[in-house]
């Protein structure tokens, strides 16, 4: 029962325009209560007041297309999206190649100027619903096709409207646009429908809606209400209220996620019995004596920084960035020969049996002949007896590295004095199993429940705000500098009209002694993929192309007896060129390779490309990346493509082009996927922000970081009477175990 003064909330069903249909199909996008509802906000507006006309926004697009003032990546950032209210004047269905359909709408408005709208997909719905005469808004990205002297916008959104909101438009008003799927319109939820229910919803709950940012809070950051920000998102007066009640919106945000983070911190730091080691190992400084290169200034300042951890007497927990080719491994390598010099076990976890595979193979070669110690892997995959001799060389103590996958915390896995937890692709493994590894460690110590020292490594460069927000339990190093040897690897898009010119230049550098990879997106060849294979196009190379040189082929169909035995051949040069799918993105090592190859290179996503980049490139001479993709993709790498388009490959081709800088690489691809793709919501725990971006809000994830990590040093159990409605908040949305230490 509702305590006295709040209103009575019904359920949604119940409110005017809703009924049982259209409320099931709210609840199908999370929207069931009220407060759901009023958090549901706009992802645009449409403001007449402000609104340019189509004459003034083909200019506009004219002179940003035309324009080489600034980079591709840079560009990227600055183009927006609008709104245009205008009248349709022409619909016209035309069938391009193969029998695929598309709609061209032509929409004119009072200064007569024309802008074409574009649709490949759902062609019958939008000739539904559109009709010559009618008024529309439409929202999404202007472009100029220099080509055709048009302005155009692909896969806008469309909405029609009647002449009561055509009036309204008319008069100035700022109305919101909210995301409808495909499920609410079918409902018949349209965005007037939707706008009465935003609107009955904010009468109902604000008045009820408690803030969970303290006062002190808002009044130190210049903060509004909540209510007052929700209301001015749903109604706003102009669009300064609107960005006042999105900053507001997004600090509360990120404020909650960091505050989750500093329990977490605070939840390890609670006194635990850590291992302190001796700084001092011979295994380490003989295996540096032995490397074929010096170790980078970097590398050296991180092994300083992990060793201070592990000798602190403090559980470790550390993670290590580093781009492609920046020597984490035998970073970690050296801190877990430290490990064992102080006779303690160390472990390394990859995410795959492949990756724990190549770790192991990776481990044996960097160690050497004769270097004494037992290397054991443990995966899944082995056969009984394989697996009860490696646990029994775990549980006794003769395995002092063991390399392996998620079997490596299975329950039938004993320890013997586990000292380090090296854990590889951390973005692959969440949080609880983090804390999973770090038990079965502490109970290797028997009685004494010693924590064991945790090193996790990401293989794929994180931008600052990601890492942050991502890792915020962490400390952090960065290895920033590459060898002196590597050269910045010269990057090239090329079309398949002119792939005859690279392989020419492949068999120039296969003259001077070195070799190539030749990489393609498929094993096999697919009648539902449109996409090139390595077995298929491996018989016409062979036989076309290189005819007089070796050609090898490696995919991942293969057993890893006889992956391995490519990849030592190519490494011992009895290939010159290496044919392969993805299997070549980590782990293998050829310094002699310098030529790499990407067929259908728009199929492959930012951080794939940047990783199968790192490939070439690891010796001192010049080494090239040639990005294949169709012809057809001529026109967009010209222009300025939308983030909007269909597809995002001119966008990722052009950045691989432009920079060999795999942070400025993450910050793209974070930009164009968001942090639940590049990272992986599930396993990461990182939420879907509504309206913090991680790239774009860098200042504010460091100032709610700063507020959060205070405010629970001073109410470190959120017991203060002005604190309990942000408890309530955030055990409202973390479902975290750590956060007990707050509860």
Known sequence: MPTEGQPTILPLQYLKGVGPRRAEALAREGIVTYQDVVLYVPRAYIDRRSAQS???LREIARKQTTSDASSFTEQLSIRQQ???VASVVRIHKKVVGKGRSMLQVDLRDESNAVLQLIFWNQVAYYLKILSEGATIVVHGVPQFEERWNTLSMHHPEVEVVDDEEAGQFGAGAILPRYRLTQGMVSAG????????????CLEE???AMPDPLPHEVRKERLLIDRSQALFAL?????HAEIHAAQRRMKYEELFLFELLLAARRKSRKRPEHGIAMQSQSNRARALIGRLPFELTGAQKRVIREIIADMTSGTPMNRLLQGDVGSGKTVVALLCMLNAVDNGYQALIMAPTEILAEQHFHGLQRLLGEGHGLHVQLLVGSQRKKERMQALQAIAHGTATIVVGTHALFEADVAYHKLGLIVIDEQHRFGVAQRAELKRLG???HGAEQRTPHILVMSATPIPRTLSMTLYGDLDSSVIDQLPAQRKPIKTHVVFESKLHEVFGFIKSEIALGRQAYIVYPLVERSDKVDAKSAIEHFEHLCESVFYDMRVGLLHGQMSWAEKESVMKDFLERRFDILVSTTVIEVGIDVPNATVMLIENAERFGLSQLHQLRGRVGRGGEQSYCFLATKDHFKYQLSRTSSTEDIS?????LRTMEETTDGFRIAEVDLRLRGPGDVMGTRQSGVP?????????DAELIAETRTDAFSLLEQDPQLRREEHQSLKAELLRMFNDSTMSTVA
């Open 189 to 200: 939820i349209t965005m007037r429908v939707m706008r009465s229910i935003v609107d009955q």
């Open 688 to 696: 879907d922000f509504t309206f913090a971006d991680l790239v774009a």
């Open 205 to 207: 709950s604000i008045p």
């Open 442 to 444: 502490q109970h290797s």
């Open 82 to 84: 609008v709104s245009v």
């Open 234 to 238: 749903h109604h706003p007066q102009d």
């Open 648 to 652: 995002k490959a001119p966008i990722r």
């Open 54 to 56: 189509i004459a003034q």
